[in-house]
């Protein structure tokens, strides 16, 4: 279970990114994160994930609080970022190897893992070239191998889809669920409002650095579509 407790973020002006936020997503749950450019959403996301402090409040990952218990917290995530930042002189396949290395996966399991999601995502033959020589969408992919090799209890992802082509984008959608399947928990954040209604169990709704909205699709009001209630919460905030 992710627990995000009365957390609040400033800027360095001292206005509020992140306005005592409190969130609790269940495991084998695809939770979607989502909020007008400039809302928080980003902010959030990476104090989640490690990035950035928090002023006040708690996360935790299964009791595991990312303060007081940092590697352990990290350990249990991964994180897929709307813009991969690699290291571009490398190879991809050592690159992958050096994240086995930082998890302790046993060279059995990662050679069976590599070999599996990079034969699914079409870019097995690609992995002896430096990733510098990659398109974003071969990028996108390795951090998604990267990310998926060592199992882990959250998977954070901001606009995973962009760059990738409509199979690599269909396989994805299935691995998530083959993910929550297992126990994990997915943080998915994404401007594409339709895969957000089509792929998540609950959604929550940032605006001006607070939670506007935390619950199921069935919980909206009237049956409206995921459009419209984003929009008649935030288009007058």
């Known amino acids: 279970m992710l627990v995000i407790k009365n957390v609040t973020k400033k800027y360095k002006?001292?206005?509020l990114a992140n306005d005592n936020i409190s969130?609790?997503?269940n495991d084998g749950e695809i939770y979607g994160f989502i909020g007008p450019n400039g809302a928080?959403?980003?902010t959030l996301i990476k104090s989640i994930v490690g990035l950035h402090?928090?002023?006040s409040g708690t996360i935790s990952l299964d009791d595991l609080t990312i303060k007081e218990n940092p590697l352990l917290y990290k350990q249990k995530l991964a994180y897929i970022p709307d813009n991969?930042?690699?290291y571009e002189n490398v190879r991809a396949i050592n690159y992958l190897n050096f994240i086995g290395d930082v998890f302790n996966i046993p060279n059995d399991k990662r050679i069976k893992d590599i070999t599996y999601y990079s034969e699914l995502l079409e870019i097995k033959n690609s992995l002896n070239m430096p990733i510098k020589s990659f398109s974003h969408g071969m990028k996108q992919k390795l951090t998604i191998i990267a990310a998926l090799i060592h199992e882990p209890k959250l998977l954070v992802m901001d606009e995973p889809f962009v760059g990738l082509d409509p199979k690599s984008t269909h396989d994805l959608k299935?691995?998530?669920q083959s993910l929550v399947a297992k126990g994990s928990i997915i943080f998915f954040s994404s401007h594409v409002l339709e895969v957000v209604e089509k792929l998540c169990d609950h959604?929550?709704?940032i605006n001006d650095g607070k939670i506007v909205y935390d619950g199921s699709f069935n919980e909206m009001k009237e049956n409206k579509s995921l459009e419209d209630f984003f929009l008649e919460l935030t288009e007058n905030e």
Do not use: R
């Open 13 to 15: 002006n001292g206005a």
């Open 23 to 25: 969130l609790t997503i």
């Open 40 to 42: 928080g959403k980003s």
């Open 53 to 55: 402090s928090i002023d």
């Open 84 to 86: 991969p930042d690699l």
């Open 174 to 176: 299935m691995l998530m």
């Open 203 to 205: 959604i929550g709704i």
